[in-house]
Structures are given as C-alpha cells and as structure tokens.
C-alpha cells in the first residue's frame, strides 16, 4: 500500500482511501484472499493508478500566514511502490514529475527505486506582490489563488456589497507555453468561464499542425477527447491566453503548450468553480523567492525558463539586499540553494557569529 508520511506518521486518510478504494473495487469472495496476500506480500503489492483516483483528489486550502511570514504548507515524504511513477505520484499529491524530480536529486521520471523514500515538495514560498486573485510564477509553473471574501448586506433598503482579505491560499501546478511560445509576464483579470470549450486553431498553429502531421483540423469540438483545452477553460482578458484543463494530464509541469496555462483536469475543474468573471490575476517571473517563517529565512530557487537573468546567483544576491535580508543569511548555504535549484524552501538562516569577512566575499562570488 502507498504509504505517506507527514510528520514523521502515516496519514490515516490516504491508508483509508486506498483500503476503500480496493474493497469497492473486488468481489466479497476475494477480499480474504487479497487481504491474506497483502499480509505476507505487503512489500511487493502493486495497486495502479487510474483517472478515478485522481478525480477524487481533494481541494486543499492553506491558511495564509500573518506577513512578514509568507510560508505555507509542509513538506512529508512518500515510499515508492512497484509500478510507481513519478508522473502518477506527483498527480496525486497536486505535485509534477519535474517538481518531485527537481526536490529528490533528478530521480528518474518512469522508474523511480521501488522502496525508496522521497521528499513531497509541498511546501512553497508564497510569490512576492499582493495577495490578491490569480497569482502565477512561471518560472515556478504552480499558480496560486486568493480568494477574497464578498459579503453581501442590506442598509437602509440598499444592498451592497464588500469584500475582505483572503484567509486562504489554494496553488495548482500548471503546464506552459515552450520557449518559441512563451508565456507572457502581464497583469489581466478573468472575462469569462466555458465548460467543453471548442478549440478552434488559429492559423499559425493550423500550419505547425499540417506540417508536422501532414493533416490538421481546423475546430476540434467541445468534450473531443482530441480537445486539448480540456473540459473547462478560464477566458482571460489577455488576447489569446486562457486557463484551461488538457487531454494530456502529464504536460503538466513542462513548456509543451502554445502560451496558454494547462492545469490537470481535477484542478481546473475546481479553479472553474472557485473563480468569477472579474477577479484580478498577474503571470509573474520569480525565479528565486525568499520565505521567512518564525524566526528563519529560506529560499526557493527554480530554473530561469525563459532565460531572463544573466545568472541566478547575481540575482539572488540583489533580491537578499533588496529585502534587507543580507545580515541574515548565511551565502555559503544561499549559494548551494542557487546551485541545487531543488524548488523546496531550504532554511538559509545566518548560525551564530559567522565571518562577517568571509560572509561578504560569498556574496560577491558563487566561487
């Protein structure tokens, strides 16, 4: 059986989930025979994931932290089974291949070591910038949104309406456009919402389809399980892009699409009905974010897709003296960060009296 682990304790709600999931899914008469197999093989069980696994996957908000902090979520660890992913485990756990990758030392996608225990980054430093609406780092690839409270009340026969400081976060990884069809850094808000969209090809996308395939459709319609948009498509105010599901849940976390933003199709599905026409939203690029909780300081660093910066130390470097944080942190431990690129909030935090030389020295150089 997967096993989770947060905290150092397995999560009795995935055990539950499974362990229903399979008593569901056999005849009575075979589940003495599973459950004395499991006992003598528990080891070796394969259980393969499937499309109804991940619908169910539940919607997690995060309480958002009084500022300065801006850390949520935290990390646990996973035990990888015969047949696992890391496709399928990322999926599950609102997570990417690359994403689990990136945190575990560039672990194999298909065949990652049966038994071994990985690192689940879910744990994020939130983007730098308001809190407000659709927030979406692309050099990240996760977006996160802001909800913010609407009251409605009645005063003297008027009806009128205010809204309040979102209490929550909730954060989807997302899949973007390549390098030839960048997604654009840009501020918009949400025009519209489409549930089974038609997509129709502009031309220049028609054309790379005749070439590449020698045929190509000129519309392909809403619920066409050709449809790469999807069941459910987010219409932004920004020509051309929207926010959509896709017909290949594994291009979520690569630069494989024509600019727009995919989401796997249990996340949109519940962005859709989070969302109204009207809210706020930014594309940013923030490579290198820094977090502080309690009294540490961390960084999240991640690669510079579109190759924006000349170089990520020089970039953190600038960021860490913008925010004042230079007396704080310790650059040997910032320059592994940069380095490793692992995507997971690493403590950075300055251990008693360092060299204030040699401190200095390690900001100037990643030598």
Known sequence: MRGVKVGGFFSGGIVRFYSSLIIQRLKPIAILAVLALAAITSATTVLAWSEADFEHRALVGYPLPPEPENIIGDLSTYTINKGDTLLDVGRWHGLTATELSNANRHLDWWSPPVGKEIILPSQHILPAGKR??????????????????????????????????????????????????????????????????????????????????????????????????????????????????????????????HGCVRLYPEDIEQLFNLVRP??????????????????????????????????????????????????????????????????????????????????????????
């Open 278 to 367: 009207g809210i706020p939203g930014r594309f940013i690029y923030q490579p290198i974010k820094f977090g502080r909780r309690g009294d540490s300081v961390y960084v999240e660093v991640h690669d510079d897709l579109y190759g924006r910066y000349p170089g990520l130390w020089k970039l953190a470097v600038e960021e860490a003296r913008k925010l004042g944080l230079a007396g704080t942190i310790d650059y040997r431990k910032l320059e592994k960060a940069v380095e490793e690129k692992t995507g997971v909030p690493t403590d950075i935090s300055r251990a008693g009296d360092a060299d204030s030389a040699s401190q200095s020295i390690s900001a100037d150089s990643p030598d």
């Open 132 to 257: 407000e609406g659709i927030v979406l780092n692309i050099p990240e690839m996760r977006l996160y949104y802001f909800p913010s409270r609407v009251e409605k009340r009645r005063k003297k026969g008027k009806l009128t309406a205010t809204s309040s400081l979102p209490r929550v976060v909730y954060t989807f990884p997302v899949g973007l456009g390549r390098f030839d069809w960048r997604t654009p850094v840009a501020a918009f808000k949400v025009r519209g919402k489409t549930r089974d969209p038609a997509w129709v090809l502009p031309d220049d996308i028609y054309q790379e389809h005749l070439e590449r395939d020698g045929e190509a459709e000129h519309m392909i319609p809403g619920g066409d399980p050709d449809n790469p948009l999807g069941n459910y498509r987010i219409e932004l105010t920004l020509p051309m892009y929207a926010l959509h599901g896709t017909n290949v849940p594994w291009g979520v976390g690569m630069e494989v699409s």
